[in-house]
Nanobody, 124 residues
Framework: QVPLVESGGGLVQAGGSLRLSCEDS????????MAWFRQAPGKEREFVAA????????AYGDSVKGRFTISRDNAKNTVFLQMNNLKPEDTGLYYC?????????????????WGQGTQVNVSS
């Protein structure tokens, strides 16, 4: 019954691009901040990007600034992560998450609702 479903992961060479999608099919989190996190084997989960409930504000982890862009289309109940100039160190399982509270800004903490993840592999 997890309402968030990620898609768009895959294998890409360094320098390439991917766009991840996260669909909130149950329309549960249209007024919540949304975020992307990633986790590589043996590493702790890392904050990637977040977007406010309205889509007017965004925040990014230092490692992806200038390369990744988060956006949302509330009419389609979908959050996107456009990833450009991918590097091997971007490899990991990417999770979409919704903030626990409604009407929030793009924070890096406070997310309690998670999708199943989509795998991104970047080869050198």
């Amino acid at each position: 019954q997890v309402p968030l479903v990620e898609s768009g992961g895959g294998l890409v060479q360094a320098g390439g691009s991917l766009r991840l999608s996260c669909e909130d099919s149950a329309r549960t989190f249209s007024t919540h901040a949304m975020a992307w996190f990633r986790q590589a084997p043996g590493k702790e989960r890392e904050f990637v990007a977040a977007i406010s409930w309205s889509g007017g504000s965004t925040a990014y982890g230092d490692s992806v600034k200038g390369r990744f862009t988060i956006s949302r289309d509330n009419a389609k109940n979908t959050v996107f992560l456009q990833m450009n100039n991918l590097k091997p160190e971007d490899t990991g399982l990417y999770y979409c998450a919704a903030h626990r509270m409604a009407v929030t800004g793009p924070t890096s903490t406070g997310y309690y609702y998670w999708g199943q993840g989509t795998q991104v592999n970047v080869s050198s």
